[in-house]
Structures are given as structure tokens and as C-alpha cells.
Antibody, heavy 118, light 113 residues
Framework: QVQVVQSGAEVKKPGASVKVSCKAS????????MHWVRQAPGQGLEWMGM????????TYAQKFQGRVTMTRDTSTSTIYLEVSSLRGEDTAVYFC???????????WGQGTLVTVSS | DIVLTQFPDSLAVSLGDRATINCKSSQSVLYSSNNKNYLAWYQQKPGQPPKLLIY???TRESGVPDRFSGSGSGTDFTLTISSLQAEDVAVYYCQQYYSNPRTFGQGTKVEIK
């Protein structure tokens, strides 16, 4: 049984950065990648990028290149998403989700609400 | 980028009736070397993360009721709920995992008539 726990809600001012964490346990060796997906209020799902859990290699959606950093800490089975230069449009629930490289997202975190407001 | 277009955007179905959601891809998500369609369906209820229902276009995830089924190949896909139950009220998304960026359809809201 995979358990995924994300960090709590954040409120940030425009221009600031936020770092969200996602701790997963109980997954098998088939889980080699973790992804970040966000959902603005009342909107659909938007993929932000993915990180290889063993090597740490990342792939980002072009929209987020230069503003997003995904990292992992293998000692604590935790991955991190940092978003810089926040603006109002970044207000969303941020989900982590896991799977293998070319697979659907078999499990998801509960989501972290990030609110960007002055 | 692969664009997924779902239709309808919403539908209202009577309890026990069939619900059908379509997903059209801007390019094929069928990988010829293994003959698999890299297409999944998710269910999302309010305040919850999405839940994987179907992958490889037609394989039901473990624990998903058999009233949910997926079909289609290449660029055209369908999610069918054979007999709608109250607990199926949700938004449903298709997703392609054929190429990066991974993309989702805009979602279809299913309600009870």
C-alpha cells in the first residue's frame, strides 16, 4: 500500500518562492518517477514535470522551464517542488503523483494548496 | 504537444443508465513496437486527488468496478460507465503518457439527472 504525504498549505506574496514536499512510502521498484501536476481553482489538470527517483534527472514542461526545480532526497524518500517568481496565476493545488517512466500515474498525494496573494 | 479534447464537457445521466465520455487526441498515442495505447482515464471527486481508473486505454486498475470500461485506439477513445451509480458523480479526465509533456483532457463532469 503506497502512502503519500504532502506538506501543508502555503500563502505567498507575488515574486516569492515556495517549496512543496512529497514523502512516499510503500512503493515498489516499478515506481521510478514522480511527477508534479497542478490544478488551479475550478480548472483542469496541468503537468509540470517529472523526476527520476534514482538518478535525479528531471524533465520540465516548457511552460515552467527556468521557474521550477524538482529535487529528491533518497535518504527520506521525499521529493520537492520549488516554484520561483510566483504570480497570482500560480494559485493552485499542487499534486505529486508516481509511476514508472512511461506509465500512468498510479498513486497521488493529497495535494498542497499554494495561494499567491499580496 | 499532444492535445486531448474531451466531449461532452458535462453530462447528466439517470441512475442505472449508461454514461459515455469521449477523448480525441491530436495525434496517435499507439506505440507500434508494443501495440499499446498510452492513454489513461482518471476520476476526480471534489477535494480529492485524481484516481486512476483505466490505463493502456482499456485495462481496469485493480479495485475499479467493472461497470467502468475503456475502449478505442490511435486517436479516439471512450470511457463508459455501464450503469451509473451515485458515487460515480465526479469529473473524468483522459491523459496521454505517450510523450512529454504529459497532457490531460479538459475534463468531463458527470452528474445525476
Amino acid at each position: 500500500q503506497v502512502q503519500v504525504v504532502q506538506s501543508g498549505a502555503e500563502v505567498k506574496k507575488p515574486g516569492a518562492s515556495v517549496k512543496v514536499s512529497c514523502k512516499a512510502s510503500g512503493y515498489t521498484s516499478t515506481t521510478s518517477y514522480m511527477h508534479w501536476v497542478r490544478q488551479a481553482p475550478g480548472q483542469g489538470l496541468e503537468w509540470m514535470g517529472m523526476i527520476n527517483l534514482s538518478g535525479g534527472g528531471t524533465t520540465y514542461a516548457q511552460k515552467f522551464q527556468g521557474r521550477v526545480t524538482m529535487t529528491r532526497d533518497t535518504s527520506t524518500s521525499t521529493i520537492y517542488l520549488e516554484v520561483s517568481s510566483l504570480r497570482g496565476e500560480d494559485t493552485a493545488v499542487y499534486f505529486c503523483a508516481g509511476g514508472s517512466e512511461w506509465s500512468p500515474f498510479a498513486f497521488w498525494g493529497q495535494g498542497t494548496l499554494v495561494t499567491v496573494s499580496s | 504537444d499532444i492535445v486531448l479534447t474531451q466531449f461532452p464537457d458535462s453530462l447528466a445521466v439517470s441512475l442505472g443508465d449508461r454514461a459515455t465520455i469521449n477523448c480525441k487526441s491530436s495525434q496517435s498515442v499507439l506505440y507500434s513496437s508494443n501495440n499499446k495505447n498510452y492513454l489513461a482515464w482518471y476520476q476526480q471527486k471534489p477535494g480529492q486527488p485524481p484516481k486512476l481508473l483505466i490505463y493502456w486505454a482499456s485495462t481496469r486498475e485493480s479495485g475499479v468496478p467493472d461497470r467502468f470500461s475503456g475502449s478505442g485506439s490511435g486517436t479516439d477513445f471512450t470511457l463508459t460507465i455501464s450503469s451509473l451509480q451515485a458515487e460515480d458523480v465526479a469529473v473524468y479526465y483522459c491523459q496521454q503518457y505517450y510523450s512529454n509533456p504529459r497532457t490531460f483532457g479538459q475534463g468531463t463532469k458527470v452528474e445525476i439527472k
